[in-house]
């Protein structure tokens, strides 16, 4: 697609749930960003992947958290047995990767998780 | 470790006053400097950057200027309109952490007529 895709865009779960975000990024970019914001704050980096490895996972806030890229495009951020604190935006962004890299990261409009 | 510090908000101006918002950053490295908005409802999109010392960034009548020696990117604009109300990130680019953007915590601006 022409910008990078996020699902749901909002998603409402119950405490103790398991939910799965998803991200598509831009076609032919190789490296994949997850970042969370919570309101009234910053961005939180929480992991990175290069094709389909993650060579740093070091924002990931717990084990409760984690994520996988397939085939070098679409990614999932899973969050499993879901509490409130975890409730926040949670964005995707893509960038070309390697010596072609110009810096630019490009962000989908996120995904919103509430756990009541 | 690499780091960012950037100008608290929120900041209220009127109409066609002039815009700073301080950004700093630490590094072990020279990073690639960003600013990125976010307006009202809709998602971070890139302001501007700078790739190396000297570099001037600018878009929508917005500059910034990668300071080496005061390591340093200082949003301004000369004069901001309503429609600059929105939240402000900066953000490094740690080439050494994989290359991903370090935000800062935002400034919102509120512009008034």
């Known amino acids: 697609g022409a910008g990078v895709s996020q699902s749901p865009s909002n998603k409402v779960t119950e405490k103790g749930k398991d939910v799965e975000l998803r991200c598509d990024p831009i076609s032919g970019h190789t490296a994949l960003y997850w970042y969370r914001q919570s309101l009234g704050q910053g961005l939180e980096f929480l992991i990175y992947?290069?094709?389909?490895?993650?060579?740093?996972k070091s924002g990931l806030p717990s084990d409760r958290f984690s994520a996988e890229r397939t085939g070098g495009s679409v990614s999932t951020l899973t969050i499993q047995r879901t509490q409130q604190e975890d409730s926040a935006v949670y964005l995707c962004a893509s960038s070309v990767g390697g010596t072609a890299n110009t810096g630019e990261l490009f962000f989908g409009e996120g995904s919103r998780l509430t756990v009541l | 470790g690499d780091s960012v510090t950037q100008m608290e908000g929120p900041v209220t101006l009127s109409e066609e006053a002039f815009l700073t918002i301080n950004c700093t950053y630490t590094?072990?490295?020279?990073?690639?400097l960003f600013w990125y908005v976010q307006y009202p409802g809709e998602g971070l999109q890139l302001l501007l950057k700078a790739t190396k010392a000297d570099d001037k960034g600018s878009n929508k009548g917005f500059e910034a200027t990668y300071r080496k020696e005061t390591t340093s990117f200082h949003l301004e604009k000369g004069s901001v309109q309503v429609s600059d109300s929105a939240v402000y990130f900066c953000a490094p680019r740690f080439y050494n952490q994989g290359g991903k953007l370090i935000f800062g915590q935002g400034t919102e601006l509120s512009v008034k007529p």
């Open positions: 590094a072990t490295g020279y990073p690639s």
């Open positions: 992947f290069q094709g389909n490895s993650a060579p740093d």
